[in-house]
T-cell receptor, first 113, second 115 residues
Framework: DQQVKQNSPSLSVQEGRISILNCDYT??????FLWYKKYPAEGPTFLIS?????DKNEDGRFTVFLNKSAKHLSLHIVPSQPGDSAVYFC????????????FGQGTRLTINP | EAGVTQSPTHLIKTRGQHVTLRCSPI?????VYWYQQALGLGLQFLLW???????NRGNFPPRFSGRQFPNYSSELNVNALELEDSALYLC??????????????FGNGTRLTVT
């Protein structure tokens, strides 16, 4: 049972344009969502998070949007830069109680010069 | 601040053997998590330790086990290795919290190859 899904295994975007990565979840109990970025031969690094009391969180070039009714979140990167080329994982958990993070399968983002 | 450290970085084992992977969390972090990333797949949750106790376990067979030591470091043991155990094993840590809203900090992983 894949509770967190990233349906696009890969995405290619021109440098300077907007990158939009999508993530869907099925468990309505999730109320905390995160995005991680992973380069080859490195562990994932935390990028940005959002709790279910918000529908948007911004941090520089990165914005995460949450649509609770659709159980959907997205990560917007603008403008996209070559260093953004990596695999992006979305993850979800419950804030109350000690809960593990559940990860999606990842989307490989390639930024073309 | 030193990050999460894992050892070894790479390992090659034969089917049926046993392996132990090690993880040192960030100083002050008491929770340690283990994830498996098989080729082409996402991160699959394996085990979670906090304050020396196993808090949660993923959908893996009992030959995957681990423990957490008093200094909060952890080890992951895999017995009777199978070819499909070949993967990147990632350890992560977080501060002690009863709320699941702390980002996990990951190490660079141990690449295990089973031949």
């Amino acid at each position: 049972d894949q509770q967190v899904k990233q349906n696009s295994p890969s995405l290619s975007v021109q440098e300077g344009r907007i990158s939009i990565l999508n993530c869907d979840y099925t468990n309505s109990m999730f109320d905390y969502f995160l995005w991680y970025k992973k380069y080859p031969a490195e562990g994932p690094t935390f990028l940005i998070s959002i709790s279910s009391i918000k529908d948007k969180n911004e941090d520089g070039r990165f914005t995460v949007f949450l649509n609770k009714s659709a159980k959907h979140l997205s990560l917007h990167i603008v403008p996209s830069q070559p260093g953004d080329s990596a695999v992006y994982f979305c993850a979800a958990s419950r804030i109350q109680g000690a809960q593990k993070l559940v990860f999606g399968q990842g989307t490989r983002l390639t930024i073309n010069p | 601040e030193a990050g999460v450290t894992q050892s070894p970085t790479h390992l090659i084992k034969t089917r049926g053997q046993h392996v132990t992977l090690r993880c040192s969390p960030i100083s002050g972090h008491t929770s340690v998590y283990w994830y498996q990333q098989a080729l082409g797949l996402g991160l699959q949750f394996l085990l979670w330790y906090d304050e020396g106790e196993e808090r949660n376990r993923g959908n893996f067979p009992p030959r995957f086990s681990g423990r957490q030591f008093p200094n909060y470091s952890s080890e992951l043991n895999v017995n009777a290795l199978e070819l499909e155990d070949s993967a990147l094993y990632l350890c992560a840590s977080s501060p002690r919290t009863s709320r699941g809203n702390s980002p996990l900090h990951f190490g660079n992983g141990t690449r295990l190859t089973v031949t």
